[in-house]
Antibody, heavy 124, light 107 residues
Framework: EMQLVESGGGLVQPGGSLRLSCAAS????????MAWVRQPPGTGPEWVGR??????????DYAASVKGRFTISRDDSRNSLYLQMSSLKTEDTAVYYCVRELRDNSGFYYFDRWGQGTLVTVSS | DIQMTQSPSSLSASVGDSVTITCRAS??????LAWFQQKPGKAPKSLIYAASSLQSGVPSRFSGSGSGTDFTLTISSLQPEDFATYYC?????????FGGGTKVELK
C-alpha cells in the first residue's frame, strides 16, 4: 500500500529555518512528480511547489509566496522528498502535506495521494 | 492568477439527498480541474481529476462535470461519511489554486 509520511514539523521562531521530510513507500518514487501543499489553520489548501522527476532533471517550481525562501529537493535513492524552509514568517504557519502527482491524458499533472501532514508553527 | 470560486460556502443536507457544488474559474481550464474531500483533522482526499474522472476507490455516487470555466461536483445520495468540506482546484496554470471550500453539514 502506498504511503507518504511527513516529518520534521514543529515550533520555530520568525526568521528561522526548518527542514521537512517525506518518506515514500509502496510506489516507484523516482517515477513521480511530487509536490508540497500547505494548509494554514482554518483555511483551504495552498500549493507550495513541485519537483519533477529525473527525466525532467528534477526541476522545481514554487508559489510566489515562498520563492527564494523555500527549496524542494528529492533523494530517489532514499525514496524521500524534502522541503527546506528559511526566513520563516508567521504566515508560513500551516500543516504541510507531501503529495504525489500523476499525469492526466492532456499531459498535465494533478494531485493524487496525500500524506497525513506535519504542523509547522512560526511564532516567537 | 486564476481565481477559483466555489458556491455555496456551506450547505445542510440529509442522508440520501443529492447535492451539487459549483466551482467557477476566472479563466478557462479546459478540463484541468480536480475535487477533494477533507474531514476535520485529516488530509484532503482526491476524488476527481480531469473534471469528471473518478479516482480509484471513490464511490460512484460522486460525479464531476463541466469544462472551461464552470464545473460541478454532485453527490447523488449523501451518505453519513460524506459530511465534510469539499475543495476544487485548477491545475492548468501556476499558481495551482484551490477554491474556498464548501462545507456539507447534516441538516
Amino acid at each position: 500500500e502506498m504511503q507518504l509520511v511527513e516529518s520534521g514539523g514543529g515550533l520555530v521562531q520568525p526568521g528561522g529555518s526548518l527542514r521537512l521530510s517525506c518518506a515514500a513507500s509502496g510506489l516507484t518514487f523516482s517515477d513521480h512528480y511530487m509536490a508540497w501543499v500547505r494548509q494554514p489553520p482554518g483555511t483551504g489548501p495552498e500549493w507550495v511547489g513541485r519537483i519533477r522527476d529525473k527525466t525532467k532533471s528534477s526541476t522545481t517550481d514554487y508559489a510566489a509566496s515562498v520563492k527564494g525562501r523555500f527549496t524542494i529537493s528529492r533523494d530517489d535513492s532514499r525514496n524521500s522528498l524534502y522541503l527546506q524552509m528559511s526566513s520563516l514568517k508567521t504566515e508560513d504557519t500551516a500543516v504541510y502535506y507531501c503529495v504525489r502527482e500523476l499525469r492526466d491524458n492532456s499531459g498535465f499533472y494533478y494531485f493524487d495521494r496525500w500524506g497525513q501532514g506535519t504542523l509547522v508553527t512560526v511564532s516567537s | 492568477d486564476i481565481q477559483m470560486t466555489q458556491s455555496p460556502s456551506s450547505l445542510s443536507a440529509s442522508v440520501g439527498d443529492s447535492v451539487t457544488i459549483t466551482c467557477r474559474a476566472s479563466q478557462g481550464l479546459t478540463n484541468r480541474l480536480a475535487w477533494f474531500q477533507q474531514k476535520p483533522g485529516k488530509a484532503p482526499k482526491s476524488l476527481i481529476y480531469a473534471a469528471s474522472s473518478l479516482q480509484s476507490g471513490v464511490p460512484s455516487r460522486f460525479s464531476g462535470s463541466g469544462s472551461g470555466t464552470d464545473f460541478t461536483l454532485t453527490i447523488s445520495s449523501l451518505q453519513p461519511e460524506d459530511f465534510a468540506t469539499y475543495y476544487c482546484q485548477q491545475y492548468t496554470a501556476y499558481p495551482l489554486n484551490f477554491g474556498g471550500g464548501t462545507k456539507v453539514e447534516l441538516k
